[in-house]
């Protein structure tokens, strides 16, 4: 079954899917409309709908619900996500399942409510205190932000890990139509870590805490460990990359206007293909390796080289060489037609 | 030099719907700087996120438009920093109540010499509707479906209880008490709170400027501003709001007068620089 949608309500709907208990957050443009569904469809489904007196107060409800094995959830924006970073910082510690959907505008700062992606780093490196990590899933459609919604659940749970749903402005206001999921989410049972306040989690511990520093340092270890064993979970799309001389990267809604100059160039017979990340913690190294062996690569992002930096971060060495970057910021996005002139450029060809 | 209202206004386009309650409050509160005569360069106006925050941007003076919630700590440090500033701050019920609880309790323990001017229109305005701190318990809104459950926030009966040394309500509806009152407010020495019934067209379609009409009465001449416990009692009153000054007292020392760095030198903080043999000797004497 279809509906036409837009992407803010897109992200209820597949959390309604995923089993979602509850909701808290605070509201705040362009994300206040996940909150609107929210309010309207999780009551109605006999669950918790709560809007708190601040994004402090939103991360730290969900700190309890999600230590009770519940699934939780939140949405925010720039100044909002920022104010939840020490809550993100303490369910990874205590290595809870969250999901937090970031439905980006511009920074720093105030910004304005326009698109960018300069949250990337906060997400993706970690916005808090400590060496922790989150999951961030990059949707592109509003169909994604449906099922990455459900994939970030689905992924929290497995790995006892908060996850960030990485939209922007874009994504959040446009509409399109949505397939519905088939079927709801399975998550595994969470009696072995929660505590209910009952007779078979009473063994059960929440902590972000070891006052012995060894124990904090093993306690560490094993996060890291955990971290990298989600490269198993990695995603993303390749589009014509395999006879392509040229590779554009991007993420997000920017990946929407790189797939147009894509099958654009195409037509001019510049061979050029889309590599775009749908997981951006864990990285898709492997596939952008892959993808971008011996090739040219041009990185589109609406930031100030962030996603570039994880690009040549993830590269092999020697493919490092050959990465350009074009980038807009502050609510712009890049027109098609400039990654167009940017590619023909770095091929050395002329329109 | 001659002081009208005009020239307390800025020039640009303002941004709030036609028939807001921001309209009314702001040509009150011009008219009111002007017959204080305190020159422009003399006013800061400081807010947070909001409709209302909107305010320092359309009144001449300096201005500090911080972060959501915000806007009493750097109202706090302004007046500390240059005493001969006049603090105004002007927010919303969501940004001052809300997202800036603590900050509001703690500037009433710490007294700064600050005007808190709050724009209560029980709803949050900037993000379309949904229901603030200050939203009357049963009312729907878009993510309230069901109607608010909490009850509401009630900012006097907190300032009194907190010692705030100055606590007024205000419709600005009734234009002569609304500006007896910020006058009163701003020559008040400490902190002052006026918190301001105004209207919001767009998405409180409860409280409107009839209802806010229907709904206030003037304080009696006869309520003492002294008596505290009476004040308390006054700011209580849910079915009819009482609007005038609840409670004020004089003579409390204001934060910048306790803080340690004027103990010893009346100089404002904004003009002292580093003075390296005063570092010097400070160093010294940790040996």
């Given at each position: 079954m279809k509906k036409f949608v837009k992407g803010n309500e897109a992200v209820m709907i597949g959390a309604l899917y995923a089993g979602c208990d509850a909701y808290f957050g605070y509201p705040i443009t362009p994300a206040s409309e996940i909150a609107h569904a929210a309010a309207d469809m999780l009551p109605q489904m006999g669950k918790v709908f709560l809007q708190a007196e601040c994004e402090t107060g939103s991360i730290n409800m969900m700190y309890g619900a999600a230590s009770a094995g519940k699934r939780c959830m939140s949405a925010s924006s720039g100044p909002g996500m920022s104010l939840m970073q020490e809550g993100?910082?303490?369910?990874?510690?205590?290595?809870?399942?969250?999901?937090?959907?970031?439905?980006?505008?511009?920074?720093?700062?105030?910004?304005?409510?326009?698109?960018?992606?300069?949250?990337?780093?906060?997400?993706?490196?970690?916005?808090?205190?400590?060496?922790?990590?989150?999951?961030?899933?990059?949707?592109?459609?509003?169909?994604?932000?449906?099922?990455?919604?459900?994939?970030?659940?689905?992924?929290?749970?497995?790995?006892?890990?908060?996850?960030?749903v990485l939209a922007d402005a874009v994504l959040g206001q446009m509409m399109e139509s949505l397939e519905l999921p088939e079927g709801q989410l399975q998550v595994p049972d969470t009696k072995d870590w929660c505590v209910r306040g009952d007779a078979e989690t009473r063994q059960n511990l929440i902590a972000s805490i070891y006052l012995q520093i060894d124990l904090q340092e093993e306690h560490n270890w094993m996060l890291q460990r955990k971290y990298e064993s989600m490269a198993a979970d990695t995603q993303a799309q390749s589009y014509l990359t395999e006879d392509a001389d040229i590779i554009i990267t991007a993420y997000g809604s920017c990946a929407c206007i790189a797939l147009s100059a894509v099958d654009e160039l195409r037509k001019e017979g510049v061979k050029a293909g889309l590599f775009r990340s749908i997981t951006l913690f864990p990285f898709p190294k492997e596939e952008l390796a892959q993808a971008a062996a011996g090739k040219k690569v041009l990185v589109a992002e609406l930031s100030n080289g962030q996603y570039r930096d994880d690009v040549l971060l993830h590269l092999p060495c020697e493919g490092r060489g050959q990465v350009e970057l074009i980038n807009r910021m502050g609510g712009n996005l890049i027109r098609m037609e400039a990654i167009k002139e940017k590619a023909r450029e770095m091929m050395g060809v002329k329109a | 030099m001659e002081?009208?209202?005009?020239?307390?206004?800025?020039?640009?386009?303002?941004?709030?719907?036609?028939?807001?309650?921001?309209?009314?409050?702001?040509?009150?509160?011009?008219?009111?700087?002007?017959?204080?005569?305190?020159?422009?360069?003399?006013?800061?106006?400081?807010?947070?996120?909001?409709?209302?925050?909107?305010?320092p941007q359309y009144t001449r003076g300096h201005m500090f438009n911080g972060l959501h919630g915000r806007s009493l700590p750097a109202a706090m440090a302004i007046n500390a920093a240059n005493p001969s500033l006049k603090v105004i701050v002007a927010s919303g019920d969501g940004c001052t109540y809300g997202e800036g609880g603590n900050h509001f309790l703690a500037q009433m323990q710490r007294n700064p010499d600050i005007v808190n001017i709050v724009h209560n229109n029980m709803v949050y305005g900037l993000t379309k509707g949904q229901a603030s701190p200050t939203s009357s318990k049963?009312?729907?809104?878009?993510?309230?479906?069901?109607?608010?459950?909490?009850?509401?926030?009630?900012?006097?009966?907190?300032?009194?209880?907190?010692?705030?040394?100055?606590?007024?309500?205000?419709?600005?509806?009734?234009?002569?008490?609304?500006?007896?009152?910020?006058?009163?407010?701003?020559?008040?020495?400490?902190?002052?709170?006026?918190?301001?019934?105004?209207?919001?067209?767009?998405?409180?379609?409860?409280?409107?400027?009839?209802?806010?009409?229907?709904?206030?009465?003037?304080?009696?001449?006869?309520?003492?501003?002294?008596?505290?416990?009476?004040?308390?009692?006054?700011?209580?009153?849910?079915?009819?709001?009482?609007?005038?000054?609840?409670?004020?007292?004089?003579?409390?020392?204001?934060?910048?007068?306790?803080?340690?760095?004027?103990?010893?030198?009346?100089?404002?903080?904004?003009?002292?620089?580093?003075?390296?043999?005063?570092?010097?000797?400070?160093?010294?004497s940790k040996a």
């Open positions: 993100l910082s303490y369910l990874a510690g205590a290595q809870l399942p969250a999901v937090v959907v970031d439905v980006q505008r511009t920074g720093p700062g105030l910004g304005n409510i326009g698109p960018e992606q300069g949250d990337y780093d906060q997400a993706v490196k970690a916005g808090g205190h400590g060496n922790y990590k989150c999951i961030v899933l990059a949707p592109a459609s509003v169909q994604e932000m449906c099922d990455l919604t459900i994939r970030a659940f689905e992924l929290a749970f497995k790995y006892r890990n908060p996850a960030i | 002081f009208n209202a005009k020239m307390y206004d800025m020039p640009q386009e303002k941004a709030w719907c036609p028939g807001c309650g921001n309209f009314q409050l702001h040509s009150i509160l011009r008219e009111v700087l002007a017959e204080l005569s305190i020159p422009p360069q003399e006013l800061v106006f400081v807010s947070g996120i909001g409709q209302a925050a909107k305010l049963g009312m729907r809104t878009r993510v309230q479906v069901d109607g608010v459950t909490n009850e509401p926030f009630n900012p006097l009966a907190v300032a009194i209880a907190m010692g705030a040394t100055f606590v007024a309500r205000v419709f600005p509806g009734n234009k002569a008490q609304t500006k007896e009152v910020l006058k009163q407010a701003i020559q008040h020495k400490g902190y002052a709170l006026v918190d301001c019934f105004v209207q919001c067209v767009a998405m409180n379609k409860v409280n409107t400027f009839q209802w806010y009409k229907e709904h206030t009465y003037e304080l009696e001449a006869s309520h003492d501003p002294t008596d505290r416990q009476m004040a308390f009692q006054r700011a209580l009153e849910s079915e009819q709001y009482p609007t005038g000054v609840f409670y004020s007292v004089e003579g409390r020392p204001v934060f910048w007068e306790e803080c340690a760095a004027y103990r010893h030198n009346p100089e404002p903080l904004f003009r002292r620089s580093v003075d390296m043999e005063k570092l010097q000797d400070v160093l010294d």
